[in-house]
């Protein structure tokens, strides 16, 4: 379940396959968000993809890994306790969990990997993740860096899926930038994360976060959105409307 801190305040789901408790506007065990203070300071988790002209990384592969790097700044030990990123987690955590990609290439890049933060790589991917900022307190290095218009396509065919990964559904029936989609599905690991028990979390760590990410099949969309298992409502700041479920979460096989 979600940690003690975490209270959580049922929403009701906009999207296809609400539960019957849903449409009553009651609670249910994963169809919630964290209670956000609008009054409280927001802040905000810096992604940035590394995007070369010459050759961009695959679309899946970007999402993986920009969910992974969600993940890796979570379980940080500088994020956890007394370490030196644990407020700005803290608080980010205590507000809305935003969650913003930018892109960046060359020179942009060298730079952006000097500020403190973690590069997680994947097939071809390589995303970089900072420490939550304030929303209208980003390093220069990466507030100039492009946040529209990233747009990533798979050239080649996608690996199938094995029973160890986390499974990131993505909703069929929505269009999102690549840049939107790897925000929605960081939010997704992240919501996974705080389901699990801490035992599953150190195994998942341990393993290295082993994800997938795929769009799932129309027909079953619905089914999925009333599984109870976690899903992601976007609060429509950007290309969507608010309270578009954008993402189901499943858990690894071993953890079911």
Do not use: Y
Not at 165 to 184: F, V, Y
């Amino acid at each position: 379940m979600f940690p003690d801190a975490k209270r959580s305040l049922f929403i009701p789901a906009s999207c296809p396959g609400t539960p019957p408790s849903a449409k009553k506007g009651s609670r249910a065990d994963w169809q919630t968000v964290p209670v956000s203070s609008l009054d409280a300071p927001q802040f905000v988790l810096p992604l940035v993809v590394r995007v070369e002209r010459a050759e961009p990384p695959a679309r899946t592969d970007a999402l993986e890994t920009a969910a992974r790097a969600v993940l890796v700044m979570l379980s940080d030990d500088r994020s956890t306790g007394d370490g030196e990123w644990a407020q700005a987690v803290r608080d980010w955590q205590d507000a809305r969990i935003r969650k913003v990609v930018r892109r960046a290439r060359g020179a942009e890049w060298r730079r952006a990997g000097e500020l403190p933060g973690i590069t997680v790589t994947g097939g071809t991917a390589e995303v970089r993740v900072f420490p939550p900022v304030p929303l209208d307190g980003w390093p220069k290095e990466l507030a100039k860096l492009q946040v529209s218009g990233t747009e990533l396509e798979d050239l080649g065919e996608v690996p199938g899926t094995r029973p160890e990964q986390a499974l990131l559904w993505l909703n069929p029936d929505l269009r999102m930038s690549t840049g939107k989609e790897m925000a929605q599905v960081g939010h997704g690991a992240h919501l996974l994360w705080w389901a699990m028990t801490d035992g599953d979390r150190a195994a998942w760590r341990e393993a290295g976060f082993p994800l997938a990410v795929r769009t799932a099949d129309p027909g079953k969309w619905a089914g999925l959105t009333a599984s109870g298992l976690p899903v992601v409502r976007d609060a429509g700041f950007t290309e969507i409307a608010p309270g578009s479920c954008t993402v189901v979460s499943d858990f690894p096989v071993q953890v079911n």
